[in-house]
């Protein structure tokens, strides 16, 4: 199928704000040297940008082009990016680089599918929140939040946050000295919870079907409500709450998020408990939050018997996708204006 563009690349050019129609000339080929594909050059007639069919791909400008697709399936495989360095035989920054503008797609490419999921109005059912405990750099004085929003019955993941959590209490004389030296460094550091929930039900607002009421289930802690009523406004459904401290088992109300949770640890190794991969920065613990959501929705099934992903059994998304299919445009909306 021949490769046709449909819109510059070029951000200033008169064609992306729709003045002017868009049209280009064909400008010959190149020949790529580090995997020899034949590329098609392009030049747009309005602003005169030269570009090629590889500037709509994700590898675009790497010089090892199928590096992120083996780095993918490492960062949702519970692998360190020191051992991925090790396995991919590259250093440490170029997996770092990967981690960044993988994670920053995979969220974009989620939120673009959210958007149009809303404006079909195809996102409603109940929905469950519950916020998993981890840390940064120290486990009792940089404690760390991460509520997760997902639906209940295709165990979909709608959004995640993270944020800081206050110091923990009852600090040994050389905790409290090392606390004081953060401190002194940082500020103090305060309790981001509310802040982190209210993204998520605030994001799950703006995609919800309109006219229709949105069903919350979560455990008891206090702000929850609250918060949701202020997301829902007028769309309020119901709220359905369950003890934290009952079993986890299937019987449990909450078992899909609980379930999401320990999968997620199980996945992320930036999670795992009592070892060298916990995370040293918050920020790339949310960029790697992202891969496996969008690892989770898009490409695994919603269990290890099916094929279905929970992006599909929600409806959604039409099919599965498989890694470089998730990862060959650079832009989310070249998937459905050009196909996967």
């Known amino acids: ?112 599918v959210l958007h149009e999921a809303g404006r079909a109005g195809l996102l409603q059912g109940v929905f469950q929140l519950d916020e998993l405990e981890t840390f940064e750099t120290d486990r009792r004085l940089k404690p760390v939040t991460m509520p997760v929003l997902i639906e209940r019955h295709s165990y979909f993941v709608v959004y995640g946050s993270t944020a800081p959590l206050g110091a923990r209490g009852r600090l040994a004389p050389h905790l409290k000295k090392r606390k004081e030296r953060y401190e002194a460094a940082e500020g103090r550091r305060r309790s981001g919870s509310v802040r982190a929930v209210r993204e998520c039900l605030s994001e799950w607002a703006r995609v919800h079907r309109r006219g229709v009421g949105m069903h919350l289930q979560s455990d008891r802690k206090s702000s929850y409500r609250r918060l949701f009523l202020q997301a829902a406004g007028d769309q309020f459904g119901s709220h359905t709450t369950e003890s934290s401290r009952r079993r986890r088992d299937y019987g449990n109300l909450l078992f899909p998020i609980n379930h999401t949770l320990a999968m997620m640890r199980d996945g992320i190794s930036r999670l795992v408990r009592r070892s060298w991969g916990a995370a040293k920065l918050r920020e790339r613990l949310e960029v790697h939050f992202w891969i496996w959501a969008a690892y989770r929705n898009y490409v695994r099934g919603v269990t290890v018997r099916t094929r279905v992903t929970p992006a599909q059994a929600l409806g959604v998304v039409s099919g599965r996708y498989l890694p470089e299919q998730l990862l060959y445009w650079r832009w989310p909306e070249w998937m459905h204006t050009y196909g996967q």
């Open 1 to 112: 199928m021949a490769f046709r563009p449909t819109f510059c690349p070029n951000t200033h050019c008169p064609t992306r704000t729709h003045t002017r129609p868009f049209t280009y000339q064909r400008r010959g080929y190149f020949r790529r040297k580090c995997d020899g594909r034949t590329v098609q050059r392009f030049s747009c007639r309005s602003c005169a940008q030269r570009f090629s069919s590889q500037t709509f791909r994700f590898d675009y400008r790497w010089r090892k082009p199928r590096l992120h697709l083996r780095v993918f399936d490492l960062f949702v495989s519970k692998v360190t990016m020191r051992q991925m360095a090790r396995i991919t035989r590259v250093r440490r920054p170029t997996v770092e680089r990967r981690l960044l503008r993988i994670g920053s797609h995979c969220k974009e490419f989620h939120r673009f």
